[in-house]
Structure formats: structure tokens, C-alpha cells
């Protein structure tokens, strides 16, 4: 018999603050939760909501661990909230922290979004296709080795979680450090034949302590990353190229 078929009562140990309310400060609150078959962190979560704290925040769209927006610290660890069960922790006792390395919006809920953007734009995220100064619908999609298309494909399952940011020490102590997510981002797009940049554009993005050579390699991104994404294979790649360059 599984964990969650035992009729347990669940402890969430979870952090309450609010920035914007005046006064407030960050304290642990404790709520009981009866845990059901098949519960997931996401489900106790809304639960407490319903019958405890109408005030509680925490953000969740996709509940199918698609959208990236539901991450958070689940007993230390940066998880998805959709995609953990109550039955994965023996003890039933379950503490809830937000994501460090963002700007806390309140209780578990992070602003990502503004983090994603900047990195986005840092590595300009989209194909630098310099052949063509206009778009032209008409044109015929290039052809693509379905191996590269594969491995092109594996790193665009990122869902922008930011869980790698959070377990990443180097991030936390340098604030301009592109982190996990910014590389896979840039091999990415340096795997992408249609892409024209050169290793030299990628030097400029990468080639510098704030990105690949800044890395300290402990693998928390690896280690802590939802979608499985190759972060060592990757960063290694990464360095490979840049090395060349110099
Ligand atoms: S690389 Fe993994 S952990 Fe990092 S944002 Fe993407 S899915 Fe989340
Ligand atoms: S391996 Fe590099 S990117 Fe990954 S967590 Fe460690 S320092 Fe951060
Ligand atoms: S709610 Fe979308 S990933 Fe969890």
C-alpha cells in the first residue's frame, strides 16, 4: 500500500509574506491537510486555499507540468507543484518556500517572467537568419537533419520554470550570471543550422565569467531541472566552442 492510500494527515509548513502589505513580515504557517489518493502538491495547495487561507498565493496554470509557472521549494528541493505527490514524502510533513533568486511577489508566488524576459533578450532568443532581410511566407522551410531536429527539440522542451536558477550557487551570488536556462537557450540556437551567428557572436553573449566560463559546474541545474534537460552535456559543448575562439 502506497503513502497516500494510508489516510494520512498531511503538515504543510509553508512561508506567508506578503511585500506589498505594510508591516507585514515572513513567518511559517502550518496548515493540516487531509491527503487523498493521488495528491499533488498543487491540489493540498488549493485545498488550504479553500479552507484555511483565502489569501494564500501561488501560481499555477497548466497543472500538467507544461506551463513552468508552478515552481517552487518543496522540502528544499526546486520542484514543480503540479507534478510532485503527497506520497513521495514518507513523513508527511511538507515545507513550502518560494524560488529563490527571484523577486517574491508574495507567499510561494515568484516573478519569473521578468527574469525570462531579460534573458531572452540577452541571448536573443530567436533564428538570426541574416540571408533574409524580409519575411517571406512563401519560402520553403529549410531542410533539417532529423537527428539535430531531435536534439534541437529536446532542449526546447525548457518550460522556463526556473527551477535551475534556483538551485544554482553561482547564480545566487552573481546577480548578471546567465544561468542554466540562458544556456540552454544559446545551444539552442548555436546547434540551429538556420541560425547564422558565429561562434564570435556567441563569445560576446557567453564567452565571459557571467556566462560559461563563470560556471562552477556543481550541477544543481542538472540535478534540479523538471524536464531532465542535458545541462552538463550542454554547458560542456558550450565551453568547447567558446575555448576555440580564444
Ligand atoms: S532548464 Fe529545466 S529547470 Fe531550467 S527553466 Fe528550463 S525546464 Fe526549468
Ligand atoms: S553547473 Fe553551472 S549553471 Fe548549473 S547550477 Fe552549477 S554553476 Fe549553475
Ligand atoms: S501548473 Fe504548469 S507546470 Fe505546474
Redesign the pocket.
Known sequence: MSNDEQGRTLKFHILKYDPQLEGDEPRMVTFEVDEAPGMTI?IALNEIREKHDRSLQFD???????????GMLINGKPD????TLTSRFPRGEITLLPLPAFELIGDLSVNTGEFMRSMSERVEGWIHDQEQESVDLTRIEERMDPDLADEIYELDRC?E?GCCISACATKRMRDDFLGAVGFIKVARFALDTRDKRTDEDWYEIIGNDDGVFGCMTLLGCEDNCPKDLPHQHKIAYLRRRMVKVT
Open positions: 498543487f499555477f496554470v497548466c497543472r500538467a507540468g507544461i506551463c513552468g509557472s508552478c514543480l507543484a503540479c507534478r518550460i520554470c
